[in-house]
């Protein structure tokens, strides 16, 4: 069992506001980090996917980045807007198991 | 669109009952897997499937087994639930999505044991 964390466990921001959120990971074992993003009354969706030291990716106003040396990633939200409300899970891949964080509930406040 | 087809969606039983749920997708992916979700908790992996009888435990299999005899099947079982089986469970594949292999999850399957 591997420990992948989160943190905060929530966060509520107004909108317009930027934000980030962390996912910490032992940092053996790698093969990939990945972000979910989860709305209330659906499933999971894939967010971003990373694999190398220093990996940054970017979806419109989210992006991430990853170290995969000291064992974390960053999720950035800028410009925060009401439709941005969900939780944001990460999850370490080795091999062909998946270890969730326990994710960051984000609440946009108009 | 990976096709998952989680059943029931929602159940609710007794303890000491067998419950199996079932998985379904469409699209012939190999690797399968369930997990649950508790709060506090996140998503923790229960048993996952390499291929047709090749199942593997997760970091919570204790009190569920599996099965796999179809591609497109994979079906969990609690052969005596528990109050502590209480949870939402969620399946998924793997698939290529957002420049890798990533999970695609099915829609959940809640199951109340009183």
């Known amino acids: 069992i591997l420990n992948v964390e989160q943190s905060p466990q929530s966060l509520h921001v107004q909108e317009g506001d930027s934000t980030n959120f962390t996912c910490s990971f032992p940092s053996s074992n790698f093969y990939a980090l990945h972000w979910y993003r989860w709305e209330t009354a659906k499933s999971p969706e894939a967010l971003f996917v990373m694999t190398l030291n220093g990996d940054e990716k970017k979806k419109g106003r989210i992006s991430a980045t990853l170290n995969t040396k000291e064992g974390y990633s960053y999720l950035y939200i800028k410009g925060s807007q009401p439709e941005d409300s969900a939780t944001y899970l990460c999850a370490l891949r080795t091999g062909n198991q998946f270890y969730f964080g326990t994710g960051t509930s984000l609440t946009v406040i108009p | 669109d990976a096709g998952i087809t989680q059943s029931p969606r929602h159940k609710v039983t007794e303890t000491g009952t067998p419950v199996t749920l079932r998985c379904h997708q469409t699209?012939?992916?190999?690797?399968m897997y369930w997990y649950r979700q508790d709060p506090g908790h996140g998503l923790r992996l229960i048993h996952y499937?390499?291929?047709?009888?090749d199942t593997d435990k997760g970091e919570v299999s204790d009190g569920y087994s599996v099965s796999r005899s179809k591609t497109e099947d994979f079906l969990l079982t609690l052969e005596s639930a528990t109050s502590s089986q209480t949870s939402v469970y969620f399946c998924?594949?793997?698939?290529w999505g957002a420049g890798a292999n990533v999970l695609t999850f099915g829609a959940g399957s809640r199951l109340t044991v009183l």
């Open positions: 998924a594949i793997s698939e």
């Open positions: 699209e012939n992916h190999r690797y």
């Open positions: 499937s390499y291929g047709v009888k």
